[in-house]
C-alpha cells in the first residue's frame, strides 16, 4: 500500500506544478505602473503597443492606469501616497512642479538631442537636465474652410500672411443669411482659454512669462494690444461669435457646420475632421505679427518615478514607446505631432488625406517659441483666463486689468 502511495503523490506532485507554473512564473514578472489620459481612441492606439512591449520582454508586464479626467489632480495624490506609477505621461505646463518636488529621474543619457524638435526637449529641460522624453509637440494653426473662401472668391492663406490680413479677411468671410443685423456665419472662431490668444501676444513681442519662466510679463503695451485686438474680432467687428452667440456649441461643431469659416486650434482636430467634415479643408500657419509667426509650442512626454524600484524596466519602456516606429503608429491617426524629427516627416504625418499641408505643423514648430512656465504657471493662466474674462467680452480694455494681474502673480 505504502509503495503505491507514493508513486500517486509523486504524480499529484507533478500535476499541480503542470497545472500552475504559469501562475507561479507570472508572479516572477516585474510589474510595471503607467500613467496616461487620453480618449477612447487614444488609448485604442495605444495598448496594441504595449501588447506589443510585453510580448517583446516576456518578463515585465505593463498595469495600465488609464486616467481620463481630472488627471493630475489624481496623479499629485498617487505621490502623495507613495503610489507613484513607474512610468508617467506628462506635460510642459505640470513638469516643474515634480521636478522641484525632486520626484523624477534624469533621462538626460537615454536622449539623443538631435532626434528631436528641440522646443520639445526644451519643455521638459531644467538645470541642463531632461527629465521627460517627448512623445509629442503640440502647438496651433488655423483650420480654413476651402469651400467658403471659393464661394466668397478670397484666396487661400499662405505662409505669408499678417494677423492684420487674418482679421480682414475674417471679416469678408461674415456673412448676415437671415437679414436680421447679426452675422451668423463668421470668419473666425473665438475662444478664450489661454493657448487660443497667446500666439497673438508672443507673435508681437509680448508675454506671460520671461524666457527663464521667473518673471511676469504680462503688464505691458505689446501685451495689451495684442487682447485688445483679440477682443475687437468678436466685439467690435462681429466677425466671430460671441458667448451669447455660440452657446453651447464649440468652435469644432461650429466649424463643421459650417458656420465659421477659419478657426485656431491643435492638431488633436484632425481626426475628428478627417471624419465628419463634409467640405474641402485645410490648414495653414499662424499669421505673422511684428516679430514673425511665433506660436507657443508645448510637449507631452515619459518621465521615470525617482521612486520606482523598477527604473531599468521602466526606461527601457520609455524608450520603446517613444520610438520611431510607436510615434508613427500614434500619428496615422491624426492625433498628435511627433517630437522626433524622423517620424514627423514620415509618410506617416505628411501623406494622409488631410489635411494637404500638415507640413504647416512642422513649419509652426521650427518657427514657433517654447512656451515659459514654472510650477505656478497653471494656477497663474487659470487665474488670467478670469481676469480677462471682461476684456474677452468687449466690457473692459486689457490695459484696465493687466496691472493687478500682474501685482497678484508677482506675489505668487
Not at 461643431?253 to 471624419?275: C, D, E, N, T
Not at 517620424?343 to 506617416?348: F, I, K, R, T
Request: overall charge neutral; glycine content about 4%; some cysteine.
Amino acid at each position: 500500500m505504502k509503495k503505491l502511495f507514493l508513486p500517486v503523490i509523486f504524480v499529484l506532485i507533478i500535476l499541480c506544478f503542470v497545472l500552475f507554473k504559469h501562475d507561479f512564473f507570472a508572479d516572477k514578472k516585474t510589474v510595471l505602473r503607467f500613467s496616461s489620459w487620453g480618449s477612447q481612441s487614444e488609448t485604442a492606439l495605444l495598448l496594441p503597443l504595449i501588447k506589443e512591449f510585453e510580448r517583446k520582454n516576456p518578463d515585465i508586464k505593463i498595469e495600465f492606469l488609464h486616467i481620463p479626467q481630472n488627471y493630475f489632480q489624481k496623479l499629485h495624490l498617487l505621490f502623495a501616497s507613495n503610489l507613484a506609477p513607474d512610468v508617467v505621461f506628462l506635460n510642459n505646463y505640470y513638469a516643474p512642479k515634480y521636478v522641484k518636488a525632486g520626484l523624477l529621474e534624469d533621462l538626460t543619457p537615454y536622449i539623443k538631442r538631435n532626434e528631436y524638435f528641440e522646443k520639445s526637449l526644451e519643455g521638459f529641460t531644467f538645470n541642463s537636465k531632461i527629465y521627460a522624453i517627448p512623445r509629442d509637440v503640440s502647438e496651433v494653426v488655423v483650420y480654413y474652410n476651402k469651400d467658403i473662401f471659393k464661394k466668397k472668391n478670397i484666396p487661400y492663406p499662405d505662409d505669408d500672411w499678417t494677423i492684420s490680413d487674418y482679421v480682414n479677411i475674417a471679416g469678408k468671410l461674415s456673412e448676415d443669411t437671415n437679414n436680421d443685423g447679426k452675422n451668423d456665419i463668421w470668419g473666425s472662431g473665438y475662444e478664450t482659454d489661454t493657448i487660443f490668444w497667446l500666439p497673438f501676444l508672443i507673435s508681437n513681442g509680448a508675454a506671460i512669462l520671461s524666457d527663464d519662466g521667473q518673471k511676469v510679463m504680462i503688464n505691458s503695451t505689446a501685451a495689451a494690444k495684442a487682447l485688445n485686438l483679440y477682443s475687437d474680432i468678436a466685439n467690435r467687428y462681429h466677425a466671430a461669435p460671441q458667448k451669447s452667440q455660440s452657446a453651447s456649441l464649440t468652435m469644432a461643431q461650429l466649424f463643421l457646420q459650417q458656420k465659421i469659416a477659419m478657426h485656431i486650434s491643435g492638431r488633436w482636430l484632425v481626426p475628428k475632421y478627417r471624419s465628419d467634415a463634409e467640405f474641402d479643408w485645410d490648414v495653414v500657419r499662424f499669421p505673422k505679427g511684428t516679430n514673425g509667426s511665433v506660436v507657443n509650442i508645448d510637449a507631452s512626454g515619459y518621465a521615470v518615478s525617482k521612486a520606482s524600484k523598477h527604473k531599468e524596466e521602466a526606461i527601457a519602456f520609455v524608450e520603446y514607446i517613444s520610438s520611431k516606429n510607436c510615434l508613427k503608429t500614434l500619428s496615422k491617426s491624426g492625433l498628435i505631432v511627433p517630437a522626433r524629427k524622423d517620424a514627423a516627416y514620415s509618410d506617416s504625418f505628411l501623406s494622409q488625406e488631410a489635411p494637404k499641408n500638415a507640413v504647416a505643423f512642422l513649419k509652426t514648430v521650427e518657427t514657433g517659441k517654447s512656451t515659459p512656465v514654472n510650477e505656478n504657471y497653471q494656477k497663474i493662466t487659470d487665474e488670467l483666463n478670469i481676469i480677462l474674462e471682461p476684456v474677452f467680452l468687449g466690457k473692459k480694455k486689457a490695459e484696465d486689468v493687466l496691472p493687478s494681474a500682474a501685482e497678484k502673480f508677482n506675489r505668487f
